[in-house]
């Protein structure tokens, strides 16, 4: 059984999307082992996105991330890294399959509803990053 962490971003949380985009994940196999609500600060934003930091859209994508409240969350499920950003889709709406939920919610490639792992030491990192260990109830 593997984890992985996911974000419901401020695009989404603005529209009252959090319990929509959540019951697609429990839909997907996916549990929800850890929640809670959170408004980054620019910094902690900064910090999240660090492998980020070189690229022409850190700033704008540091900037949104901090705009507003955000639900980080720790999900538990068999290949829960994959599954999660399958049911993602793909960064870019545009590019997104059907029936995911970038392609359902995303507004934009930045502002795209949810962010989740990309492989299990990036997923470690930030479960840690967001959540003590006392905090994740599996
Ligand atoms: P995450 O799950 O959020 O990491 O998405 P990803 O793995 O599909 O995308 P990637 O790691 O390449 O980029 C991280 C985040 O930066 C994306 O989810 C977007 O919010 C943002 N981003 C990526 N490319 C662009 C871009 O061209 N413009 C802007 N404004 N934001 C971008
Ligand atoms: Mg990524």
Not at 29 to 51: C, D, H, N, T
């Amino acid at each position: 059984i593997e984890r992985t962490f996911s974000m419901i971003k401020p695009d989404a949380t603005a529209r009252n999307l959090t319990g929509a985009i959540t019951k697609m994940l429990e839909d997907a196999g996916l549990r929800v082992i850890a929640s809670k609500r959170v408004w980054m600060s620019r910094r902690q934003a900064e910090g999240f996105y660090a492998v980020h930091k070189d690229r022409p859209f850190f700033n704008e994508l540091c900037e949104f991330m901090s705009s507003g409240p955000t639900v980080v969350q720790v999900l538990e499920g068999e290949n829960a890294i994959a599954r999660n950003r399958e049911i993602m889709g793909a960064t870019n709406p545009a590019e997104a399959a059907e029936g995911t939920i970038r392609k359902l919610y995303a507004k934009s490639i930045g502002e795209n509803s949810v962010h989740g792992s990309d492989g299990p030491e990036t997923a470690a990192q930030e479960i840690a990053y967001w959540f003590a260990e006392t905090e994740i109830v599996g």
